[in-house]
């Protein structure tokens, strides 16, 4: 896929860009992968960034409010919070994560509406701040899900980036034990392919417990399910 292919696929699912706005993910391009020869910040091949770099991460926009507060939990090289914040400016968005590399990578290629927070979500303490929260390729589910609800204000949605192989514990998870409510699972194909994605949406109902998150050896000691 290639910036013209990149522009019409959004198209379809709603999302018109300008030409500055195709410039800079070009430059973002460029920058990843010239900066992934020496810092190891992605796997994914170049001639699949903007499918799976890209429009993977702008697949869910539209369940986004105009003008949310987003918060990418384990953002890596800025996936999904670079491409959100590019395509959808209305955005606030907040990057964290515990990699200094990967933040710093995203401190050298700004956008206004993007914030690079370096820390670790269990111990950042931040609560009920974001309208709606998420990541990709972050953890199992039920540690997903823990590190992402507290973060989210009250009435806010936790979308975890997820895939069909998740569907059972999705909705099995017992999500009231952190104040959410399962409200719908969207299920978004990846345009071209048979990738598929899956977005559930939570919605925070109350105030999560102070005990969570947990430790990180707690967590992984005894993650929720």
């Known amino acids: 896929m290639d910036k013209l292919q990149f522009s019409k696929a959004l198209a379809d699912i709603g999302l018109v860009l300008t030409e500055a706005q195709l410039d800079q993910f070009s430059t973002f391009e460029e920058n990843l992968y010239a900066a992934n020869e020496v810092m190891n910040l992605t796997r994914v091949p170049r001639e699949e960034c903007w499918l799976r770099h890209f429009l993977d991460s702008v697949l869910f926009q539209d369940l986004i409010p105009n003008g949310a507060t987003v918060l990418d939990i384990g953002s890596g090289p ?9 395509a959808r400016p209305d955005l ?41 929260v998420t990541g990709r390729a972050l953890a199992p589910f ?6 992402s609800v507290p973060p989210c204000k009250i009435d806010g949605m936790v979308i975890p980036m997820r895939t069909p192989s ?60």
């Open 166 to 225: 998740d569907e059972k514990a999705v909705r099995e998870f017992d999500a009231e034990l952190l104040g959410v409510s399962l409200e719908k699972v969207e299920t978004r194909t990846l345009p071209g392919t048979d990738i598929v994605r899956l977005f559930p949406v939570f919605r925070k109902l109350k105030k999560t417990d102070a005990q969570y998150p947990r430790s990180w050896s707690e967590i992984k000691r005894q993650p929720l399910f």
């Open 142 to 147: 039920g540690i997903q899900m823990e590190l």
């Open 92 to 132: 606030q968005v907040t990057a964290l994560d515990s990699g200094g590399k990967m933040i710093g990578f995203l401190q050298r290629n700004p956008l206004p509406n993007l914030e690079p927070i370096l820390g670790r979500a269990e111990d950042w303490k931040v609560t009920n701040r974001f309208e709606v």
């Open 78 to 86: 800025g996936l999904p919070s670079w491409p959100l914040a590019c």
